[in-house]
């Protein structure tokens, strides 16, 4: 198959592509790294392997659309960190145009192809359902009405706005996604390491997460599913709350997990960003569930032996 992947040199993409790659499929990697159009195979991914092709992901089409031509699958992963900077006036405007036009983009080429993708799946968050206490929220709950809900909404209606038939769309609502080489983990281990982790704020919001690996698979499950459409929530079937998964992350890790991080105290680290921390989602994956999607990490224990080893 051929693959583009948007967003594909990252923590979540860059497995995506390596093991797109070690099966034979030929990977594009659409980047901002070199001028629109421009490509360069990788040394060492093999044939076909994997070519980075550089774009301008400003809401337009451009010379780099052609990448797209005959693709099996476009895989959405654009979008800037949504924690990596204090939030400020600006830093959410980035948060915002770094989704929405890299997914206006991709849906202008794509409706202008004469061989389209037959599948489109594009990121979304599970920030789409708002904060929800310890209500379970599948893929037909409602939208909030935050800030990051609302990105959201607007995020998956880019994606969306594709009207060609042949065109079958996912939009992936993603949870915290758990690897200790990179992502949110790294700095949620960090207070263990000097043996003051413990949880955030009370500990009783939910935190919707899901293991790297499952969402690796899961991604590719739903390029080869044709009834994968639509929304599907990319969180393990089990969310815990901060609590629990502080005192797992502490077993796992040979850690207590005795030191709560107070609301203030978190609020004055990271501003607005903050609430989000503090509230969280209890997301469930209905659809994936019911559509024979099986999870290798469906409990947090499972996944930290995964990713730390037995203890």
């Keep these: 198959m051929k693959i583009v992947i948007a967003g594909g040199t990252g923590f979540l993409g860059t497995p995506l592509a390596g093991i797109c790659a070690e099966e034979g499929h030929d990977v594009r990697l659409l980047t901002r790294a070199l001028p629109p159009g ?45 924690a990596a900077k204090r939030w400020t006036p600006a830093w959410k405007a980035e948060l915002r145009d770094s989704r929405l036009l890299a997914t206006r983009s991709l849906a202008t080429a794509i409706e202008a192809l004469d061989t389209p993708p037959r599948v489109f799946v594009s990121m979304s968050g599970v920030n789409y359902y708002g904060s929800s206490g310890d209500e379970p929220k599948g893929e037909s709950s409602p939208a909030g009405e935050d800030f990051l809900a609302q990105l959201c909404r607007d995020w998956e209606a880019e994606a969306l706005r594709i009207q060609r038939r042949e065109v079958r769309v996912a ?14 983990l790294v700095e949620l281990m960090r207070p263990f390491r000097f043996f003051a982790g413990g949880p955030l704020g009370s500990g009783r919001q939910y935190m919707s997460w899901i293991h790297r690996h499952d969402w690796v698979e899961m991604i590719r499950w739903i390029v080869n599913t044709p009834e994968a459409a639509g929304p599907l929530n990319a969180t393990a079937p089990h969310p815990v709350t901060n609590r629990h998964f502080s005192r797992a992350l502490g077993r796992a890790m040979g850690r207590p997990a005795l030191v709560p991080a107070p609301a203030f105290a978190i609020r004055l680290a990271v501003g607005e960003f903050a609430d989000y921390l503090l509230t969280g989602q209890r997301v469930v994956p209905e659809r994936p569930l019911a559509l024979g999607y099986h999870f ?16």
């Design 38 to 82: 421009a490509s360069r195979h990788e040394a060492g991914t093999g044939v076909p392997g994997i070519t980075s092709v550089g774009w301008a992901p400003d809401g337009r089409a451009g010379a780099w659309a052609a990448a797209l031509e005959s693709a099996d699958a476009v895989v959405n992963l654009a979008g800037a960190s949504i």
């Design 296 to 311: 290798r990490y469906p409990e947090i224990e499972m996944a930290f032996r995964g990713i730390f080893g037995e203890r």
């Design 171 to 184: 939009v992936v609502r993603t949870g915290i996604v758990l690897e200790r080489s990179g992502g949110a």
